[in-house]
């Protein structure tokens, strides 16, 4: 916790991205050799993990994280400046309608459309097929969880999706 807690207040995001993924790692291993097994990672989760590593190497350096909680769905990290790009590489290789994300900044989701994407960033995940992701939700980091009323929020609570816009 000590480690995780400077390289936040330092504001060193390949540490944090280092500690986060490894302590997440670790949590998989832990539920793979725990008798029953315990599997909630699925072949997607496993893809996105293949992509964050191979993308960061391609970088050059760690520009993005994840983790997992008790499920499937990834929650990753980046910083600011490499929003438009970390989105637009996930998005090469996990094709999604514009419809199903939704951006807390719009500034960001309109860079990310004009991003180009260098052909060292392509192709990340070999003959894995291109799948849609169920959705995209772009969040910034704040003061921890907040009620929000049904107008702020990006989600449509009926639908469990993104607002359409």
């Known amino acids: 916790m000590e480690a995780i807690s400077v390289a936040v207040k330092e504001r060193n995001f390949d540490k944090f991205a280092e500690i986060t993924m490894l302590d997440s790692d670790d949590l998989q291993e832990v539920c793979r050799t725990t008798e029953p ?9 496993y893809a996105v993990i293949k992509l964050v ?11 993005l994280a994840y983790t997992y909680d008790a499920g499937a769905n ?5 910083l600011k ?6 989105a637009a590489v996930i998005l090469e290789h996990f094709p999604t309608d514009a419809s199903l994300y939704a951006f807390n900044d719009q500034t960001l989701a309109d860079q990310l459309k ?3 994407i260098p052909e060292t960033h392509k192709n990340l995940l070999g003959d894995y097929p291109k799948k849609s992701l169920e959705f995209l939700l772009q969040s910034p980091v704040g003061n921890g969880t907040n009620v929000l009323s049904e107008s702020e929020s990006l989600i449509d609570v009926e639908k469990i999706a993104p607002k359409a816009e």
């Open 114 to 116: 004009a991003v180009v």
């Open 81 to 86: 400046e490499n929003l438009p790009l970390c």
């Open 74 to 78: 990834a929650f990753l990290f980046c």
């Open 53 to 63: 590593h191979a993308l960061n190497k391609a970088a050059g350096k760690r520009i």
């Open 37 to 45: 097994r315990i599997q909630y990672a699925t072949d997607d989760s």
